[in-house]
């Protein structure tokens, strides 16, 4: 009898173990049952604050282009008209213009006053007293905006490569040819026979100063990223640290990075097929 008894013992104790189990379950998918709508509601509300912190972040992206746009010394619509009123002012001209610049100040370094009487020198005896750059206020506003910025006067020297580029904004050319003009003012500013990556950096210096890049492309990232991501305007070091550049850079390299996303001239990075050049 003491045998049967020990048995039944141990088979209650055993079902009981089982019951303490299965409630033990029982109560742990109560807790997750229970809290359910918690639960709902805070993945709804990650949403929500994920929502607006995008949302804000997107209204700082937008308020840095905004003011790129209002603070650029010249619109599209004048950069348009610069170019549709210098009919004459072909590429022709231009390189003539380079080509007596560059010879007469080796060290690519001019005054804004002593660049603007050799155009027009050079421009008057091209085709006579009437040519000229029209609408140079215009180019007169951009520089000086540079020339503000650097903290200098129109006595002071510039680069000659950054004249240049400004004077480019009244070539009445295709964006290929203002390419093909601007890869001849690197090559010839270039410190050996080769565009650097550094003449690179310059050009594209040279093309934000003289509001020849897109708002949109300018917007980057900035470091403070809470409550919501900051931007700023990308500065030309930023610009070249995004772009891949391997081996030489021949012209048609050169005209891929003026056309690339990041660095963006006149548009050209909104073309769905990209030219090539010979």
Same mark, same amino acid.
């Given at each position: #009898?003491?045998? #049967? !008894? !020990? !048995?039944t013992t141990n088979n209650s104790s055993s079902k009981s173990d089982s019951q303490s189990k299965k409630s033990d379950k029982k109560d742990d998918s109560n807790i997750f049952l229970d809290n359910l709508g918690s639960i709902f509601l805070s993945v709804i509300g990650l949403i929500v604050a994920a929502l607006v912190r995008s949302s804000y972040g997107s209204s700082n992206r937008n308020k840095i282009r905004d003011s790129i746009e209002e603070n650029s010394p010249l619109d599209p619509i004048e950069v348009d008209d610069l170019r549709v009123a210098n009919s004459e002012f072909t590429v022709p001209v231009f390189q003539q213009i380079m080509t007596e610049l560059e010879r007469d100040f080796p060290t690519k370094q001019i005054t804004y006053n002593q660049f603007v009487? +050799?155009? +027009?020198q050079t421009m008057i005896r091209l085709k006579g007293e009437p040519f000229t750059i029209e609408l140079g206020h215009l180019i007169d506003r951009v520089v000086q905006e540079a020339l503000h910025s650097m903290n200098k006067s129109q006595h002071d020297k510039l680069p000659l490569p950054f004249l240049l580029t400004a004077l480019s904004l009244a070539l009445h050319s295709d964006a290929n040819d203002r390419i093909k003009?601007?890869?001849q003012v690197s090559l010839h500013s270039s410190q050996s026979d080769e565009i650097s990556s550094t003449d690179i950096m310059n050009m594209i210096n040279y093309l934000q100063t003289t509001c020849q890049l897109v708002p949109d492309t300018q917007v980057v990232e900035a470091e403070a990223k809470f409550p919501a991501q900051q931007y700023k305007r990308a500065t030309p070091e930023q610009i070249m640290d995004t772009l891949e550049i391997d081996g030489p850079i021949t012209l048609q390299t050169f005209a891929d990075i003026l056309r690339s996303k990041p660095v963006c001239a006149w548009g050209e990075c909104y073309l769905k097929k990209k030219p090539t050049l010979e």
């Open positions: #009898s003491n045998k #049967s !008894g !020990g !048995g009487f +050799r155009v +027009r003009i601007l890869h």
